[in-house]
T-cell receptor, first 114, second 112 residues
Framework: EPEVTQTPSHQVTQMGQEVILRCVPI?????FYWYRQILGQKVEFLVS????????KSEIFDDQFSVERPDGSNFTLKIRSTKLEDSAMYFC????????????FGEGSRLTVL | RKEVEQDPGPFNVPEGATVAFNCTYS??????FFWYRQDCRKEPKLLMS???SGNEDGRFTAQLNRASQYISLLIRDSKLSDSATYLC?????????????FGSGTQLTVLP
């Protein structure tokens, strides 16, 4: 069964450092997303990406965040200067259709900022 | 009022029990509705969509009441494997017609 894969599964970083989280969406999917979940809290939308550009972004997705699809398979989330409050599980998701409710999530990358 | 609000639980029920979860949403213009399941420290997975007429998938029944802005999920004959957090998800809630807004989830533990 096709799946979304994410790396690393866990990253520990110092405050102020840059991190890049990587995702390989399902190969025939066109719509890509990043969500985050702070421990014990709800899943929150960060950004959606289609046709090599950002479709929508939330208030959380400020100038410290960026996304990129550098090649035909990877989809990355970069945090330029991490803050303590960026500690969370970051989920990548992909979808085959635009207005579908079925997003396929990766297993997540847990980011711990010290 | 929260965009998508759920009773956090936890709900602890014996195997074989019937359990119901409720969810309310604040934006009357919300377009579509879903239940996702999230196991502990895992990713969310779509359980089922929720249709206006109500829909059933095996032991799971979802209902939508647009007038009351209320969604429900009923699980019959609970299994140990049903233990998880159930997320109410709404499209078109947070000012975006397309993005999914997740509730905080209702935790279910099915006991042997």
């Amino acid at each position: 069964e096709p799946e979304v894969t994410q790396t690393p599964s866990h990253q520990v970083t110092q405050m102020g450092q840059e991190v890049i989280l990587r995702c390989v969406p399902i190969s025939n999917h066109l719509y890509f997303y990043w969500y985050r979940q702070i421990l014990g809290q709800k899943v929150e939308f960060l950004v959606s990406f289609y046709n090599n550009e950002i479709s929508e972004k939330s208030e959380i997705f400020d100038d410290q965040f960026s996304v990129e699809r550098p090649d035909g398979s990877n989809f990355t989330l970069k945090i330029r200067s991490t803050k303590l409050e960026d500690s969370a599980m970051y989920f990548c998701a992909s979808a085959a259709e635009l207005n579908t409710g079925e997003l396929f999530f990766g297993e997540g990358s847990r980011l711990t900022v010290l | 009022r929260k965009e998508v609000e759920q009773d956090p639980g936890p709900f602890n029920v014996p195997e074989g029990a019937t359990v119901a979860f409720n969810c309310t949403y604040s934006n009357s213009a919300s377009q579509s509705f879903f239940w996702y399941r999230q196991d502990c420290r895992k990713e969310p997975k779509l359980l089922m969509s929720v249709y206006s007429s109500g829909n059933e998938d095996g032991r799971f029944t979802a209902q939508l009441n647009r007038a009351s802005q209320y969604i429900s999920l009923l699980i019959r004959d609970s299994k140990l494997s049903d233990s998880a957090t159930y997320l109410c998800v709404v499209r078109g809630s947070s000012g975006s017609a397309r993005q999914l807004t997740f509730g905080s989830g209702t935790q279910l533990t099915v006991l042997p």
